[in-house]
């Protein structure tokens, strides 16, 4: 079976240091992956997605960045932190070429605060 | 700019009675309606996908409409039970990629 993993469940960061989320699946092989953030009270925006391994896809301009070194690996990073990017940050999957009727299947997420 | 919006307040429902949630959207064509789950600190959990050329999806006690004249999607639960409490959100993509654009999401409490 499929399953999704992320890393780290939470995570408190200072304003202008680095951010490195990694999210991997396993059981299937070229999946879609996605990055969404969830700010308190807000529906979920998405950030980045990915149909290929380096396939990049940017929707919201801002300091963060996504790659995909692996095909069934998706990294979330960001070289500075801003205030504004505290968040719930959730990885999801779908299968690839046109629209699942399964959905996303979305990780656990990671809980970032930046202070 | 897409606009998805959903019931801004908190939903609240006796056990055994029928949730209805709404789903409005203007300045897009969606090809595709999704309805999730999400329980406090989780991510969401995929329900119902819902096509354009679709009047009605159902599963089980879930039930949801898509309305392209209106705009309009509805989510319904039928003898709604307290462990039906919780965030629900719905999903717009367009017939071209696979990204879909979330609404923020109605809180419903099923009252025992």
């Known amino acids: 079976s499929q399953t999704i993993h992320q890393w780290p469940a939470t995570l408190v960061q200072p304003v202008g240091s680095p951010l490195s989320l990694e999210c991997t699946v396993e059981g299937t092989s070229n999946p879609n992956l996605y990055w969404y953030r969830q700010a308190a009270g807000r529906g979920l925006q998405l950030l980045f997605y990915s149909v290929g391994i380096g396939q990049i896809s940017s929707e919201v301009p801002q300091n963060l960045s996504a790659s995909r070194p692996q095909d069934r690996q998706f990294i979330l990073s960001s070289k500075k932190l801003l205030l504004s990017d505290s968040g719930f940050y959730l990885c999801?999957?779908?299968?690839?070429?046109?629209?699942?009727?399964?959905?996303?299947?979305f990780g656990s997420g990671t809980r970032l605060t930046v202070v | 700019s897409q606009k998805i919006e959903q019931n801004s307040e908190a939903l609240n429902i006796q056990e055994g009675k029928t949730a209805t949630l709404t789903c409005n959207y203007t300045n897009y064509s969606p090809a595709y309606l999704q309805w999730y789950r999400q329980d406090p600190g989780r991510g969401p959990v995929f329900l119902l996908l819902i096509r354009e050329n679709e009047k009605e999806k159902r599963k089980e006690r879930l039930k949801v409409t898509f309305d392209t004249t209106l705009k309009q999607s509805l989510f319904h639960i039928t003898a709604s039970q307290p462990a039906d409490s919780a965030t629900y959100l719905c999903?717009?993509?367009?017939?071209?990629?696979?990204?879909?654009?979330f609404g923020t999401g109605t809180s419903l409490t099923v009252i025992p």
């Open positions: 999801a999957w779908s299968k690839g070429q046109g629209v699942s009727n399964y959905g996303y299947t």
């Open positions: 999903a717009l993509s367009r017939r071209t990629g696979n990204q879909f654009y």
